[in-house]
Every structure is written in structure tokens, then in C-alpha cells.
């Protein structure tokens, strides 16, 4: 599906300052579109460094207006919607995974635009949490509006497996949930995934399609993530293994204030989402079996899960 042969178009990439939109502000600038990197208000301070060659403009998730104001200046032939709830709670999740890519729809349509690629999660195909279904929402919403569309749905990002690479560093074991073994995925570099998604622009193999994508394979548990960065650490192997029931007892205990309380009810959707994450293999369903496949999940790039975590413990 590799595509190279684009001519220049105009593009606005909503989310730029997370790291996958900065791969895909970088890949587009590479490739010699005109990129307009849409940036929340609040994003001012952050180092846009990254975002080199492209026209910054700033404008709230939540204002119609402003977003409608940049659309109108910039003149997409596509949008690529990188956005996402930051902390995955209803309220968060309703506002951004669903309402704000309303907003960039229906302005960008306005604008003109053509094209529309969504940066999705492959966990919406077992949704069990609120920011799932505010994806999926927006999914049908984008599939419906009439515009070229693509939805990408990526397993697990480098970044997501690397929060425990300073313990390993500082001598202390690797958490696992149950045995190490309850979850796999095909992990996917930022700079893989924004050659995907750039791909995906005016090309009809992909147009008004759901695209899993994972990383090189092979599938990966939470155990070999955890054996490989001892490995390249060149440390002794230590596990620390944590029972995912205890976000269970968790979300019953905070779920018996949930009437009385807002924050009682985030805090039981945020054990929700970790007992998840600590169950849920991010691969693809297999229809006919129900369960999770590696054979099923494409595979994409050339990044491997061992060289990133091998450059991390490098960079200290």
C-alpha cells in the first residue's frame, strides 16, 4: 500500500503536538505537502521544533469558530485527525474523541476538503470503556458524512511499552500483570505509523476503509518486553507480577460513590481502563474464533521494539 507517487496537497493535521502528530507533521513536510499543524491554545509553551516547515495554527478543540477559521485559511484537500482524550474519562472522551472530530469534520467539509484519515485505536473492537465507544460514535459519524475517508487503527506505540524502561535502568523489577502472559501486541513506531497514515492520502486501496496496523512482528507479551529490556540492559531478569483484580476490587469500591460523585465515577472508569489494558491483547479479532490473532494483525515498517528500547537505555 506503499504510495510515494502523491502530488502536493494541503493539509491540516489536528494533535500535532503528540508524537504521533509530530511524525506526521515530519513525514508530510518530507514528502512536499503544505501542512497547517492545528494546535491547541494551551500547546503555546511546547517546542515546536518538531513541526518545522509546517504553518502553526492555534484553535480549541471546543471553539466551532476558531477551527472553522483555520480550516477556512488553510484549505484542506484532507484532514488527518490525530487527536485524542487525554485522560480517557466520559466527559474528556465525549468532548474529543467524539465532539471535537465533529467539529474538524464539518469544518473541514466546509472548507472543502476531500479527505478525511482518522486516527482511531484497534481497541475499539472490544469496547468496553467510554472513550471506545466515543470513537466508534465518531467512526460511524465519519463513515456516513459522505467525505473520502480512511480509519487507521493501530496496536500498541512504542511509547506506550516504554514507561518502565527507567526501573529496569535503576535495578528494579518489571511489573507484570499475572504471569506476563495475559496480553500481546505488534508495536508500532511513531515514524512507521506516520508513513502509513501518509500513504493512506488519495490512495484508492485505502479509501473508505478500516485499517488494523502493527508493527515487525512478532506478537509480544508483557513478559518478553520485560525479558528483552534486561537483556539489552544487561541486567538479571526480575519480575514483580501485580493481580489484575485489584482493579476489579478497585472499581467496585470507587463504583459505590459513583451516584454521589463525578470524580467517584472517573476514578472507577480510569480502573476500568487499567484492568483493560492489563487483559486486552491490542491485535486483531478473529470473527470466527472471538479471540485475539497475531496471524490476523497486518504488519507494517521496519522499526523494531528492541532498537527503541536499546536507544532509550542509551540516552539515559
Not at 492545528?38 to 513541526?51: E, F, I, K, N
Not at 458524512?145 to 528494579?172: E, H, M, N, W
Amino acid at each position: 500500500m506503499v504510495k510515494n507517487d502523491t502530488p502536493p496537497r494541503r493539509i491540516v493535521v489536528a494533535g500535532a503536538t503528540g508524537t504521533i502528530g509530530q511524525a506526521v507533521v515530519r513525514r508530510l513536510v518530507a514528502d512536499g505537502h503544505s501542512v497547517t499543524a492545528l494546535l491547541r491554545p494551551g500547546s503555546a509553551g511546547h517546542d515546536t521544533g518538531p513541526l518545522a516547515g509546517a504553518e502553526l495554527a492555534h484553535a480549541a478543540l471546543s471553539d466551532h469558530d476558531a477551527i472553522a477559521k483555520v480550516m477556512g485559511d488553510a484549505r484542506p484537500d484532507c484532514i488527518i485527525s490525530c487527536i485524542a482524550s487525554r485522560s480517557g474519562a466520559p466527559k474528556d472522551a465525549e468532548a474529543v474523541d467524539y465532539g471535537a472530530n465533529v467539529a474538524l469534520l464539518e469544518t473541514a467539509q466546509a472548507a472543502g476538503a476531500r479527505q478525511f484519515i482518522l486516527l482511531s485505536a484497534i481497541c475499539v473492537q472490544k469496547p468496553l470503556l467510554a472513550f471506545q465507544h466515543a470513537k466508534l460514535a465518531f467512526e460511524a459519524r465519519l463513515a456516513a458524512s459522505g467525505i473520502d475517508y480512511t480509519i487507521v487503527r493501530p496496536t500498541a506505540f512504542f511509547k506506550s511499552l516504554s514507561g518502565q524502561v527507567k526501573r529496569v535502568k535503576a535495578g528494579k523489577p518489571f511489573l507484570i500483570f499475572g504471569d506476563g502472559e495475559l496480553t500481546r501486541c505488534k508495536p508500532i513506531s511513531d515514524d512507521d505509523l506516520a508513513r502509513f497514515i501518509a500513504a493512506c492520502i488519495d490512495n484508492p486501496d485505502t479509501s473508505r476503509r478500516i485499517l488494523p496496523i502493527g508493527g515487525p512482528g512478532p506478537a509480544i507479551s508483557l513478559r518478553e518486553q520485560g525479558e528483552l529490556l534486561f537483556e539489552i540492559a544487561g541486567r538479571p531478569v526480575r519480575f514483580k507480577s501485580v493481580s489484575p483484580r485489584l482493579f476489579d476490587y478497585a472499581e467496585r469500591a470507587l463504583g459505590l460513590g459513583s451516584g454521589m460523585s463525578g470524580w467517584f465515577a472517573e476514578k472507577a472508569e480510569y480502573a476500568r481502563i487499567a484492568r483493560y489494558y492489563a487483559t486486552e491483547s491490542m491485535l486483531v479479532l478473529d470473527p470466527e474464533t472471538g479471540g485475539y490473532s497475531a496471524d490476523l494483525t497486518p504488519e507494517y515498517g521496519s522499526d523494531t521494539l528492541r532498537d527503541h528500547y536499546a536507544r532509550l537505555l542509551a540516552e539515559g
